[in-house]
Nanobody, 123 residues
Framework: QVQLVESGGGLVQAGGSLRLSCTPSAPTFSGYTMGWFRQAPGKEREFVAALNWITETTYYSDSVEGRFTISRDDAKNTIYLQMNSLKPEDTAVYLC????????????????WGQGTQVTVSS
């Protein structure tokens, strides 16, 4: 079965940067969207960013627009989330996910999830 493996989380100070990686155990599916979600303790999982693998169209939640960038590396079969100007409120477990839809934003539109990687931003 295909799995998604995230890495790159860690502890940073406010204003710092991290780059998360997500690598499927099988080649990335043509026509699918790859997305990032996050979930803080006691809070609902929320959409962060997504990339359409074919068109390279990207879109973001309002809370990260201008600070985060989602991108892909075809050679490495990897999707990235570059996170700059991090804020304490960005602290969460970040999940990589895959969807068969063109531009999904809701959790239920994604069917495959990674295990998550912890991002902690200190004030």
């Amino acid at each position: 079965q295909v799995q998604l493996v995230e890495s790159g989380g860690g502890l940073v100070q406010a204003g710092g940067s991290l780059r998360l990686s997500c690598t499927p155990s099988a080649p990335t599916f043509s026509g699918y969207t790859m997305g990032w979600f996050r979930q803080a303790p006691g809070k609902e999982r929320e959409f962060v960013a997504a990339l359409n693998w074919i068109t390279e169209t990207t879109y973001y939640s309002d809370s990260v627009e201008g600070r985060f960038t989602i991108s892909r590396d075809d050679a490495k079969n990897t999707i990235y989330l570059q996170m700059n100007s991090l804020k304490p409120e960005d602290t969460a477990v970040y999940l990589c996910a895959a969807s068969p839809l063109r531009a999904p934003r809701m959790q239920h539109e994604y069917y495959l999830w990674g295990q998550g990687t912890q991002v902690t931003v200190s004030s």
